[in-house]
């Protein structure tokens, strides 16, 4: 009786205190940088301001990235390092990839995240990270796509904004690329070509919401152009945006090589520091720059200032390195798995999943028996020891001692069989685990290197993916499984979406996995024998076909960007995709109850009651988007504005508290800038983006707000 009459835990959606807890650019006194960045300037000639600049050599020093410093100046240097997965210098906890975190759904753990990548980076003293890439996937073809979260803006921005926290708490951050960097083949020469409204309201609100709300003390900037002009000597982009909207007063630094197109219209523009080496910026053309009259002395002096602001505001030279046994610790290890079960989006299950240790499992494809990270390109991490989803099953009894050992120590419960195996046998398994998907060779970062079939200690191709369908040899295998197993199950690795269409419905489970990181095969088994119950959701949509999505031609040097893509495009078309954005089943069910809206100063308090009605642990992701009725401009059909993950034990209840500001409902007009417009606002709630039974409208009536 009691019992009953507990109000229900509560929860916010996103909680701004927690989220930011320690991120060091949050409290800095910026009036006591000021003085002492002038202090030090007063003290430099043209040379060491110069040498603030630039980064010192093509290649790393000990896995890391120098720029500027001046040890009889006491002046540390910059010490950079990659990035989005982890840190990228000798061994390190390879996480899975954004992508996967994205698909979490889940900010709090995406800020331990940045946490953990932060110190390790911190650990090996570096102390910038190059990271997060918050790039939307504006097509899921984009070669880079595991290294982003996400087609969503707004979802891009709380993932983006939690990392940033986290990992500020030990490093500076430097959230990439700046902006619109949305393919790979082309990406050193293409321009997008993009109007403002799009701009501001699809393409940048990620990177405003890192360096406002994150406070992220630099910024990388993109190979590609924006509207003709290289980003890196972008004024617009560089200065009035960043610097004079959005307050920005960390340092631009350029995209590695070619990020830097010019000498004196980069400095002019913005561009603070040259990576990974003066090449645009050297001695030579930044004193002809300077005798041309392209170039003053004060503008050299205003981006030293910039390059220094952070070193002071960080305290760089008194940091103490951490320990470097936090490398790869067992808190971090630990962690790497949590997210990896969290990630895991199972997309169909037809009663098979989850396992049961009575049945024989014969696990299959080549991919079930290799680390499968992700791409070789700047992005990579090496980490000491990786599970394999074949290892992770075979290990699952015995690593998490529970009473399914004994049955385990009997390996033949678990039989592998290669791609190119004879398959006859499998119809005598009680199941068929077939791993296929896609590795470094069909994805990622292009790095066009000689040795393209990398061993793993070295970065190789990638690029973007012409298509989306699976290498024709693993559809083949997954039809000759279906022809023959009793049960199959698909665990599909990758960084995108994948086209399953011309198989899914020869298959009884469905489950997307990414690229799962160093833990990622302990993580398979415990989602697959239900220790833990799968919670992850789609951040883009899985079209059944190309055909589906805006065209995509991964030559082109001059892509229109506009406000519509992923899930908006969809819903414009009216095209229903395989899987939508935001979908993501799990073992037990979860019922929405109730949705309670309140308005308070300038933002609305939308609550809604979280049930889990099923018999399992587990975990909803409630997702608020917005529609716009009445609106005398074109809007989407909807956008998410808000989410939150809730777990919950059987019978539980939980209530959910989305915050969503008047900010968050604007339309962006060239002229009149952010527009809140007197319409009608459905606030639609539900578990999946296609699915939104919660309804709320309220009506703006150009000053007040009443509810419909
Ligand atoms: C990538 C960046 C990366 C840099 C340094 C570039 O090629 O685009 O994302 O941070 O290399 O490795």
């Known amino acids: 009786m009691l019992d009953a009459m507990k109000a229900n835990r509560s929860e916010k959606a996103f909680d701004r205190e927690k989220i930011h807890a320690g991120n060091i650019g949050r409290s800095v006194d910026h009036a006591a940088v000021k003085v002492e960045v002038e202090r030090l300037l007063v003290n430099m000639n043209l040379q060491q301001k110069i040498h603030e600049i630039r980064g010192w050599q093509a290649a790393p020093i000990d896995g890391l990235y120098y720029a500027g410093g001046d040890e009889a100046l006491n002046i540390p240097a910059y010490r950079m390092v990659d990035g989005p997965r982890g840190a990228r210098t000798g061994m390190a906890t390879a996480f899975p990839v954004a992508i996967a975190r994205g698909a979490t759904f889940d900010v709090e753990l995406e800020r331990r995240v940045g946490l953990a990548a932060g110190l390790e980076v911190a650990a090996k003293n570096g102390n910038v990270i190059l990271a997060p890439t918050i790039n939307l996937l504006r097509h899921p073809g984009w070669?880079?796509?595991?290294?982003?979260?996400?087609?969503?803006?707004?979802?891009?921005?709380?993932?983006?904004?939690?990392?940033?926290?986290?990992?500020?708490?030990?490093?500076?951050?430097?959230?990439?690329?700046?902006?619109?960097?949305?393919?790979?083949?082309?990406?050193?020469?293409?321009?997008?070509?993009?109007?403002?409204?799009?701009?501001?309201?699809?393409?940048?609100?990620?990177?405003?919401?890192?360096?406002?709300?994150?406070?992220?003390?630099?910024?990388?900037?993109?190979?590609?152009?924006?509207?003709?002009v290289y980003c890196g000597e972008h004024p617009v982009l560089l200065n009035d945006i960043l610097r004079d909207d959005w307050g920005f007063k960390g340092f631009v630094e350029s995209d590695w090589f070619l990020g830097t197109r010019s000498t004196a219209d980069a400095i002019n523009a913005g561009m603070d520091i040259e990576m990974p080496v003066g090449y645009r910026f050297d001695d030579d053309k930044i004193t002809q720059a300077l005798a041309a009259g392209e170039l003053t002395e004060k503008t050299i002096t205003r981006n030293a200032g910039r390059a220094l602001y952070q070193k002071v505001a960080f305290d760089l030279a008194n940091r103490q390195k951490p320990d470097p046994s936090?490398?790869?610790?067992?808190?971090?290890?630990?962690?790497?798995?949590?997210?990896?079960?969290?990630?895991?989006?199972?997309?169909?299950?037809?009663?098979?999943?989850?396992?049961?240790v009575s049945q024989t499992i014969a696990v299959i494809g080549d991919l079930a028996d290799v680390p499968n990270l992700g791409d070789r390109g700047s992005s990579m991490v090496t980490s000491s020891q990786v599970t394999t989803p074949l290892e992770g099953l075979r290990a699952f009894g015995n690593e998490f001692g529970n009473e399914f050992e004994n049955e385990?120590?009997?390996?033949?419960?678990?039989?592998?069989?290669?791609?190119?195996?004879?398959?006859?046998?499998?119809?005598?398994?009680?199941?068929?685990?077939?791993?296929?998907?896609?590795?470094?060779?069909?994805?990622?970062?292009?790095?066009?290197?000689?040795?393209?079939?990398?061993?793993?200690?070295?970065?190789?191709?990638?690029?973007?993916?012409a298509h989306l369908r699976l290498?024709?040899?693993?559809?083949?295998?997954?039809?000759?499984?279906?022809?023959?197993?009793?049960?199959?199950?698909v665990l599909l690795e990758g960084g995108s979406a994948i086209e399953v269409s011309s198989w899914v419905n020869k298959i009884d489970a469905l489950m997307m996995v990414w690229y799962p990181g160093r833990e990622g095969g302990h993580a398979i088994a415990r989602v697959l024998f239900g220790t833990v119950s799968p919670s992850g959701k789609l951040p883009v949509s899985f079209?059944?076909?190309?055909?589906?999505?805006?065209?995509?031609?991964?030559?082109?040097?001059?892509?229109?960007?506009?406000?519509?893509?992923?899930?908006?495009?969809?819903?414009?078309?009216?095209?229903?995709?395989?899987?939508?954005?935001?979908?993501?089943?799990?073992?037990?069910?979860?019922?929405?109850?109730?949705?309670?809206?309140?308005?308070?100063?300038?933002?609305?308090?939308?609550?809604?009651?979280?049930?889990?009605?099923?018999?399992?642990v587990g975990a909803a992701v409630p997702q608020l988007y917005v529609s716009y009725r009445n609106s005398s401009v074109e809007r989407p059909v909807k956008e998410l504005k808000g989410f939150g993950r809730v777990e919950l034990g059987p019978g539980e209840t939980v209530d959910l508290e989305i915050e969503l500001s008047d900010e968050e409902l604007c339309y962006y007009d060239p002229d009149r800038r952010w527009v809140l417009e007197a319409c009608t606002y459905d606030f639609r709630v539900g578990q999946v983006s296609d699915n939104l039974p919660f309804e709320s409208a309220w009506r703006f009536d150009g000053e007040d707000w009443l509810p419909e």
């Not at 949305?182 to 020469?189: G, H, K, Q, V, Y």
């Not at 997008?192 to 360096?211: G, Q, T, W």
């Not at 037990?588 to 308005?599: A, K, M, P, S």
Request: aromatic letters at 10%; glycine letters at 6%.
């Open 326 to 356: 936090v490398v790869e610790c067992s808190e971090h290890i630990e962690l790497a798995r949590e997210v990896a079960e969290k990630s895991f989006v199972l997309l169909k299950n037809e009663a098979v999943l989850p396992l049961s």
């Open 408 to 465: 385990f120590e009997n390996k033949e419960a678990i039989h592998y069989f290669a791609s190119d195996a004879d398959l006859d046998g499998i119809g005598e398994f009680d199941v068929a685990v077939v791993v296929v998907g896609l590795t470094y060779k069909e994805e990622g970062e292009f790095i066009p290197s000689q040795q393209q079939e990398s061993d793993g200690s070295d970065l190789a191709r990638g690029g973007d993916r």
């Open 143 to 228: 070669g880079r796509a595991q290294e982003t979260y996400s087609e969503d803006t707004f979802h891009m921005g709380a993932m983006g904004v939690s990392f940033v926290s986290g990992a500020q708490n030990h490093v500076l951050t430097s959230p990439k690329h700046f902006a619109l960097n949305n393919i790979e083949m082309t990406r050193f020469e293409m321009s997008a070509n993009i109007d403002e409204r799009s701009l501001h309201e699809v393409y940048l609100p990620h990177f405003k919401r890192c360096v406002v709300e994150g406070a992220a003390a630099s910024v990388m900037s993109a190979y590609n152009k924006i509207n003709g």
């Open 543 to 616: 079209p059944r076909s190309l055909s589906q999505l805006m065209d995509w031609d991964i030559t082109a040097l001059d892509i229109t960007h506009d406000l519509f893509h992923g899930y908006r495009y969809l819903d414009k078309k009216a095209e229903q995709p395989e899987f939508s954005f935001g979908f993501g089943l799990s073992y037990t069910e979860f019922t929405l109850q109730g949705l309670q809206v309140e308005r308070a100063e300038d933002r609305f308090f939308l609550s809604v009651s979280v049930k889990n009605t099923g018999d399992k």
């Open 471 to 489: 290498p024709e040899s693993q559809e083949k295998l997954i039809h000759k499984v279906a022809s023959k197993a009793k049960k199959i199950v």
